[in-house]
């Protein structure tokens, strides 16, 4: 099962890569990962995707939170939550029927087009990976030139926090 942890932890050199050596050092994959720092700069928030049996998690968490660097902890798929992902997609637009093609296609998924050249149109789009997927999978795939993703980045809904 897919499972999305959030984790709050000291901002130092090195806090990421011990959490990254824990999953290595023990062979879980870790699908995605995002870092940056919170309203607090001495924490920074690590939003990690992973795949395992409740087994696995609950190892996965029990280790995390005897490293050092981490404050605290939360399994975000235990609860009601909301996440999100960035893509940019650059895309072929050469001709005039490629362009409006590519314009509609990024007005139906609610993205922005960010930048634009005489061949290529880049687009910006925020949403849960379903809708990026589906996005990817309405392009002609020749027509893909170059795609960047964030990773998932996820959050709580309504007043759980995670916070110290």
Same mark, same amino acid.
């Given at each position: 099962? =897919?499972?999305?942890?959030?984790?709050?932890? +000291?901002?130092?050199?090195?806090?990421?890569? =011990?959490?990254?050596?824990?999953?290595?050092? =023990?062979?879980?994959?870790?699908?995605?990962?995002?870092?940056?720092?919170?309203?607090?700069?001495?924490?920074?928030?690590?939003?990690?995707?992973?795949?395992?049996? +409740?087994?696995?998690?609950?190892?996965?968490? $029990?280790?995390?939170?005897?490293?050092?660097?981490?404050? $605290?902890?939360?399994?975000?798929? +235990?609860?009601?939550?909301?996440? =999100?992902?960035?893509?940019?997609?650059?895309? $072929?637009?050469?001709?005039?029927?490629?362009r409006d093609e590519v314009k509609r296609l990024s007005d139906i998924f609610r993205g922005n087009i960010i930048d634009v050249t005489d061949k290529s149109f880049t687009i910006e789009l925020t949403g849960h990976a379903d809708k990026l997927e589906a996005f990817l999978g309405a392009l002609k795939k020749?027509? /893909?030139? +170059?795609?960047?993703?964030?990773?998932?980045?996820? /959050?709580?809904?309504?007043? $759980?926090?995670?916070?110290?």
């Amino acid at each position: 099962m =897919r499972h999305i942890i959030s984790i709050l932890m +000291e901002n130092e050199a090195g806090a990421l890569s =011990r959490v990254a050596g824990l999953f290595s050092a =023990r062979g879980y994959n870790i699908e995605s990962l995002t870092v940056a720092v919170t309203e607090d700069p001495s924490l920074s928030r690590m939003t990690l995707v992973t795949r395992g049996s +409740e087994e696995i998690i609950e190892q996965i968490t $029990k280790q995390l939170n005897k490293l050092i660097d981490v404050v $605290k902890l939360l399994d975000l798929t +235990e609860g009601s939550h909301i996440e =999100r992902e960035m893509m940019m997609v650059k895309v $072929k637009a050469s001709t005039m029927g490629q362009r409006d093609e590519v314009k509609r296609l990024s007005d139906i998924f609610r993205g922005n087009i960010i930048d634009v050249t005489d061949k290529s149109f880049t687009i910006e789009l925020t949403g849960h990976a379903d809708k990026l997927e589906a996005f990817l999978g309405a392009l002609k795939k020749d027509d /893909i030139l +170059e795609t960047v993703r964030s990773g998932v980045t996820g /959050i709580g809904r309504g007043d $759980k926090a995670l916070q110290i």
